[in-house]
């Protein structure tokens, strides 16, 4: 009987911490995807001599290949608005700031 009573609550925590466990594992992919990003975009300034449009057309390509090892399947999720990559150039073209965010849904605790 105590189990049965139980059960839901076991149900829950066991579906939040799947959920938790995703979205931790999701963090660490795109904060990976950004580094790799921003090191490619730092190659690529001398190269380009500082070019933004072509800095930030490396590193989004970069970062798409990163999350997804299928350019055109991140595309996809850039253009439903699921993903989204922002390439700034700072310090006076000497460095590359890139910030990847990703809308995700939590398959258990979606309330």
Not at 20 to 29: F, Q, S
Not at 30 to 38: F, I, K, P, R, V
Not at 88 to 105: G, P, Y
């Amino acid at each position: 009987m105590i189990f049965a009573a139980a059960l839901p609550a076991l149900f829950v925590i066991f579906g939040v911490a799947t959920d938790y466990g995703t979205m931790l594992k999701l963090k660490g992919d795109l904060q990976a995807a950004a580094d790799a990003g921003a090191i490619a975009g730092a190659r690529e300034i001398p190269l380009s001599s500082g070019n933004e449009t072509l800095i930030g057309s490396v590193v989004q390509s970069y970062v798409s290949y990163q999350l997804t090892k299928d350019a055109s399947e991140q595309e996809a999720a850039v253009a439903r608005g699921m993903s989204e990559v922002e390439v700034a150039l700072e310090q006076n073209r000497s460095a590359v700031r890139v910030d990847v965010s990703h809308a995700w849904t939590p398959f258990f605790a979606h309330f």
